[in-house]
Nanobody
Framework: QVRLVESGGGLVQAGGSLRLSCTASGRAFESSVMGWFRQAAGKEREFVAA????????SYADSVKGRFTISRDNAKNTVYLQMNSLKPEDTAVYYC?????????????????WGQGTQVTVSS
């Protein structure tokens, strides 16, 4: 069982940057694909980015490609989401997720553990 705790959310002006962190407990972390999803008010949760356990494969939603970077430090059991050039439409609750298998997937149901979420608000 993996327990995930996110941090790093907050309020930022458009064009600014934030870095989210997700720290995992549990031995399964290193064999897991880690992902970030987000859910804006009144909308469904959507895929943002994911990374394989070795960090050699990453995947991004088109809406964040070129602006967001996902990375992980297995020694610290932590995955990061560096968010640059933020836009008001990036405003959402951001969730960290872990998948027990080693291939990246893009839907919620493919992930086995979730954090509690962290709010990101981008003002215009």
């Amino acid at each position: 069982q993996v327990r995930l705790v996110e941090s790093g959310g907050g309020l930022v002006q458009a064009g600014g940057s934030l870095r989210l962190s997700c720290t995992a407990s549990g031995r399964a972390f290193e064999s897991s694909v880690m992902g970030w999803f987000r859910q804006a008010a009144g909308k469904e949760r959507e895929f943002v980015a994911a990374i394989t356990w070795s960090g050699d494969i990453t995947s991004y939603a088109d809406s964040v490609k070129g602006r967001f970077t996902i990375s992980r430090d297995n020694a610290k059991n932590t995955v990061y989401l560096q968010m640059n050039s933020l836009k008001p439409e990036d405003t959402a609750v951001y969730y960290c997720a872990a998948r027990r298998y080693m291939n990246i997937k893009y839907t919620q149901r493919e992930y086995d553990a979730w954090g509690q979420g962290t709010q990101v608000t981008v003002s215009s």
